[in-house]
């Protein structure tokens, strides 16, 4: 299943979803500088493993704020540094509860917190710091002083009113706090991070959050995955508090079927409040005694034997300028147990400059051999490896078999090292024109951490490639529609192998990359696209976008909407 992309707010929401209206300069410097090595920190964070050892094994770490300390779970704190190194000093946390809403592969979470300003410190910059994906998008915030009457708030406006909010650069908001936030280096894509003004001894906050994200899927297990930052650490509890005594959760799941839902919630102990087809909630049970680490829940959405789609309308507002109303429509499907694979026709695009040495390409590697190993015997591949300069394991596709797949490892392992500069252009056309006319289904997997110059025309490059690239009608299936549901028969159980354009899977790796070119490249191959900022989490990441696209169930589906003289679609 995919994941409904969760897409950037741009009006008031700075990169990787910083407030472009808050903070000062005094904050935001010693935040700076706080935080000036936390993109390229390889730490070991706080491990969390997935849903069970064969599950969605992959190690979750966390931004480092200080010693011993990371961004494991939302947090206010004092920032500064400690004989030269950066260091931030968590207020105490009183509450904090979790509501998530799940729906089908996103998840909407609420989080509040009360934390307190201890007596015997000094008055100091505060900053709040939330551990988040790298598609997450925060869409409110509210922080309120309990004891003081003051309150620091967010919201997301159209630019051409920001004049009128009082936001922006100019606006009260910049000036209450000292400054502009958008002077303010060092932003970590998988940290939420927003200065606050100075706290007093005594002080009392409540934060009030608001985010969403896609949620990761996890292929053995066939479930979508909650999870959410609760690891609270120890310097964060009062004396003689505990995590059991301040953390709450509530969530409430959607899965778009109608079939029960299979939960399994394996960290922590819960209480179900509601089950009915397609629908459960549930809460933290906190009577009992648990473990402290992350929330996680997983829950299946693909059906038994069928392919099922569901549609969700929603009428517009009275008084909404967009009048046109909206829809959602989702296609699940059955269990692997019950499909039949594509064969598949593979190029791996491996890049091997100069600026991958050390950690990035020994784990781009071990992703790459992972890869290799997830071929069947049906599919058919080769690997380029590329700078400035081309290097082809073979020139032409050849079978999966083991012994061809334990030569290109030896290749991989011997021969690629980094070194040059990058060029995508050349070796995905060539990629492209060898995929031209493959059996079963084309793919290609570009993995790089560069930046180019020439992104647009490789984009205009793809895209004549793949309009060039005259796809078949193969197996259609007619989806019948009654009510807001939707049924369809398996697939064949011998399918012909279709012609059909290539796919472009995309992979970036690192800061520096041109995720947003990535991103659209993928889109114009109808791909995926996913990212890594930090090497540990190459391996990991890269896997899963390899097994996303493992076993492919449909392709080249086509919404047909009739009595609409106008649609857009996301």
Known sequence: PGALGASAIQSGLGPYGQTSAAAGPKAADIAARALAGAQNNNNSGVPSSGLTAQGLASVVTRPQLGDDLYCSCPMVCVVG?????????????????FEAQCHISQAFVQMQMVCHYPMNWNDAPLVLFLPKSTDTTVTELCVENMVRPSVFATAVVPLEDMKKYSGGKKGTASQTAGGDAEDMPGSDPEMFMLPLPPGLPGDQYRVKLSYFHAMTFDVVQGKYVLRLPTTVPAVCLAQGSSVNSVLDVRVAVNTGTSDDVELLVPSHPITMQSKQPGAVSFELDTTQVWENGDFMAGYNVWTRDQVTASVHVEAPQPGMPDQRGTFALSITPPGPENCVRFPRSVVFMFDRSGSMTGDPIRYAKAALLNGLHMLGPEDKFTVVAFDHEQLWWTDRLIEATPENILTCMHWVN????????????????????????AAGLPLVFLLTDGCVDDERDICIMAENSIKASSAIDVNNIVITTDGSTMTVNPAPSTPAPPTLAPRIYTFGIGPYCNHYFLKRLAAIGRGMNDVAFRPHAIQSVMERLLAAAALPMLSDVKICAHGLTQVELY
């Open 81 to 97: 540094t400690n004989y030269g190194a950066p260091h931030a000093v968590p207020l105490n946390i009183m509450t904090l509860q």
């Open 414 to 437: 011997d021969d690629l090292s980094a070194r040059g500069t990058t060029d995508i252009h050349a070796p995905l056309q060539r990629a492209l024109k060898l995929l031209a006319g």
